[in-house]
């Protein structure tokens, strides 16, 4: 049977270089650049909040005749230079006719246009903002309601039966809820102007409906005003907030290291509405940004609960972010924590200059922080309060741009970040981005450049450039070179790495489309040397090579893909492969649409685990993490039914064959086999 499935794959693979169809516009290629970019980052959750930002964009596409420069920022993969030229090309030749307009735009490749068409489409004539009457409010607003249940088929450790005795002892053996995860989102706009919603949800062994809990586990809700006149906006409950370079704050989740290598800007957005899932990663009150000429004043404070791990009356020892309550411990844990936030941030802007003042304070109460204290975290916040304070900037002409933040906390210690982008013709960019965080640097809601998952602690150089050297072919490349001062958790010394990426892409029109990236990443870790008690430190190397090919035949879409990996530590090397073939079937006449993924993966060990690239439902996001031996299979539909309803559904099965069980502690499974179903029912009214 994994002969045949080879065989069949590389079938496949080869029939994609002699088929000739229609242009290979894929509608789910942003899907692949949110993935790539999981498979960098350690934040799923910020990951999936991007996902669903992305995927309501492309449920809702915006006039490309109409569209603003605010509103394509907020599709991380345009650079400014791409926004400047859709907009200059507007301008100049005037309303765009057909979506193939954009090939005449000079600035644009190929692979920049695939990402964008979802999020676009050409309207038949201009509307005029309506008025905020009640008329105008019931007629014109846009309503959605979805509900999203999902469901492992396969029955964990965690929800088996067990004996009072056992529970009596140690009550976190068993999870207090149902193994289902389940949430339920609505959202009104009006013009975008006009924002409202709510979110509940249940994760997987949360209660909902038992003797420990009725109801849903998590609740948000949000009010969102833009745009009427000199109130640029206004967010009453839940919002986020994202300032400079993200020194001090940031919501937001920007690109870093990935295959569009000279986009590692962090665009200012201020305060959006926050309607994700993420329990954790947002504000909880209210916030204003009024425009005077060419000056913004932003003004926030939040006040909300958020769980921590309490070691007596008044101190905490490590703030929980990952949102679950499943276990007794976990229930005890949540929301114990009250924080409060204020700040601002004043900020100039004209078409080739900004500068920005960032505050933020943030306080406990009664209660200080604390974490255990050990050698790698001796410089991590500890206290009641904190306080950080930035100054960013951007200077920019049509060839150069020069960006940066520089930022300070409480105890007087350093952040800066500075990049210079060197654009001399629309097929070469170059960028060269230079960080120093100092070890003492205390930003809690930092989140900027690094390698780090926080902001502290971290040198470092990077280069990134990206070259069209003839039509169809594009070269991306980038080098970033990173030292760690003081020691890190796994790492008992001082450490660096440094990190390579090489792709080129090839698309022809008529023909196909793929890519190759070969990706090299050293770091240095802890490691006990054999038949001693000392630790040494020694670099652990990786390798990884991806090559994809994506044709289209009529309805049918087809992508395959090989992935191989190298780890090295020490000497000791392990590797793996995985081959990959999805289908994709959207005809133009008929409400129905069907994606089909098949994968063959073979890797040594957990350090030689691979991601598998397949269709999600609209809103859901999830990477498989496969390593060992087996198979996967899934397939996604979706059913647009009468009256705005639109069914989606997933069924994904991953074979093991080399053990007998899957997952450890409360989430293991008995057997070799794994079964997901995800379900979404959206009704737009």
Same mark, same amino acid.
């Given at each position: ?16 270089? #002699? ?16 993935? %790539?970019?999981?498979?960098?980052? %350690? ?33 991380? $993969? ?23 307009? *954009? ?10 246009? %695939?990402?964008?068409?979802? +999020? ?48 009596? =002892? ?37 209660? $909902? ?8 586990? +998590?609740?948000?809700?949000?009010? +969102? ?54 329990? /954790?990663?947002?504000?909880?009150? @209210? ?25 007596? /009356? ?5 703030? =929980? ?12 844990? #949540? ?22 003042? !960032? ?27 904190? !306080? ?5 900037? *951007? ?17 007087? @210690?350093?952040?800066?970040?500075? @990049? ?25 809601? &930092? ?8 902001? #502290? ?23 970033? +070179? ?36 070969? =990706? ?39 992508? /395959? ?9 020490? &000497? ?7 081959? @990959? ?10 409400? $129905? ?9 073979? !890797? ?7 991601? /598998? ?9 999830? !990477? ?22 639109? *069914? $989606? ?16 502690? *409360? ?6 086999? =794994? ?11």
């Amino acid at each position: 049977m994994k002969h045949l499935f080879i065989i069949l794959f590389i079938g496949l693979f080869v029939n994609c270089c #002699q088929i000739k169809g229609q242009h290979v516009f894929s509608v789910d290629k942003w899907m692949e650049y949110v993935e %790539e970019m999981a498979s960098e980052v %350690e934040d799923e959750a910020r990951i999936e909040a991007l996902y669903a930002e992305l995927s309501y964009l492309t449920d809702h596409p915006v006039d490309l005749n109409e569209v603003t420069a605010e509103q394509l920022r907020k599709l991380p $993969f345009l650079s400014d230079a791409h926004i400047e030229s859709i907009l200059s090309y507007r301008k100049r030749y005037g309303s765009m006719t057909t979506i193939y307009e *954009l090939k005449a735009i000079e600035a644009l490749d190929f692979q920049t246009i %695939e990402l964008l068409l979802p +999020f676009v489409y050409i309207g038949t004539k201009k509307v005029d903002k309506r008025l905020f009457t009640v008329d105008n409010l019931l007629k014109h607003g846009k309503n959605e309601l979805q509900i999203r249940y999902d469901q492992c088929l396969q029955q964990k450790k965690g929800y088996r039966s067990q004996p009072d005795s056992v529970l009596d =002892k140690n009550p976190n053996h068993r999870y207090l809820g149902e193994p289902f995860y389940q949430s339920l989102r609505y959202s009104y706009t009006f013009d975008e102007r006009l924002q409202f919603g709510f979110v509940a949800e249940k994760d997987a062994g949360e209660p $909902f409906w038992n003797k420990r809990h009725k109801g849903y586990d +998590f609740y948000s809700f949000h009010l +969102f005003l833009k745009d009427m006149k000199w109130l640029k906006s206004l967010a009453l409950g839940d919002y986020k907030v994202s300032f400079g370079q993200g020194l001090v704050i940031s919501n937001e989740f920007t690109p870093s290291r990935n295959a569009i290598v000279a986009q590692a800007e962090r665009r200012t957005y201020g305060f959006r509405r926050h309607f994700s899932t993420n329990e /954790s990663d947002f504000f909880r009150g @209210a916030a204003a940004t009024a425009r005077w000429g060419k000056v913004d004043f932003s003004f926030f404070y939040s006040y909300r609960k958020v769980d921590g791990n309490r070691v007596d /009356s008044n101190t905490i020892s490590s703030i =929980k972010t990952d949102g679950l309550h499943r276990l007794v411990r976990e229930r005890q844990m #949540q929301r114990i924590l009250p924080m409060q936030t204020f700040g601002g941030n004043i900020r100039y802007a004209t078409p080739h200059a900004r500068f920005g003042l !960032t505050s933020v304070s943030y306080s406990f109460g009664d209660y200080q922080l604390n974490p255990d204290p050990k050698p790698y975290n001796l410089f991590f916040f500890r206290g009641r309060n904190n !306080t950080n304070l930035s100054v960013d900037y *951007l200077l920019s002409n049509r060839y150069l741009k020069f960006f940066g933040e520089t930022a300070i906390s409480a105890n007087k @210690a350093p952040a800066t970040l500075n @990049a210079l982008q060197f654009t001399p013709v629309s097929s070469f960019t170059f960028l060269l981005l230079h960080r120093y965080y100092n070890k003492k640097y205390q930003a809690y809601f &930092g989140d900027a450049f690094s390698q780090n998952s926080t902001v #502290q602690n971290e040198q470092g150089l990077y280069m990134g450039l990206q070259f069209t050297p003839f039509a169809y072919w594009k070269l991306s490349t980038y080098a970033d +070179f990173f030292r760690f001062p003081w020691l890190k958790y796994g790492v008992d010394a001082p450490s660096s790495g440094n990190e390579y990426m090489v792709q080129i892409d090839y698309t022809q029109l008529k023909n196909v489309s793929f890519y190759l990236r070969y =990706k090299y990443k050293q770091k240095e870790k802890n490691a006990t040397i054999p038949d001693k008690a000392s630790v040494a430190i020694i670099p652990n190397k990786q390798r990884r090579l991806r090559l994809q090919s994506q044709y289209k035949i009529y309805a049918f879409t087809c992508k /395959s893909s090989v992935d191989g990996i190298l780890y090295d530590e020490a &000497g000791r090397q392990s590797k793996g492969y995985m081959l @990959a073939q999805s289908i994709g079937w959207k005809p133009e006449s008929r409400p $129905f649409q069907a994606d089909i993924h098949a994968s063959c993966f073979h !890797t040594d060990d957990y350090n030689t685990r691979l991601s /598998s690239y397949e269709k999600n439902i609209l809103y859901a996001f999830n !990477t498989a993490q496969l390593y060992g031996k087996g198979i996967r299979l899934s397939t996604t539909l979706r059913w647009d039914l009468p009256m705005h309803i639109s *069914l $989606f559904a997933k069924l994904a099965y991953t074979r093991y064959a080399d053990r007998d069980q899957i997952g450890t502690a *409360l989430e293991e499974i008995e057997g070799n086999k =794994k079964t997901d179903l995800s379900l979404l029912l959206r009704w737009k009214f």
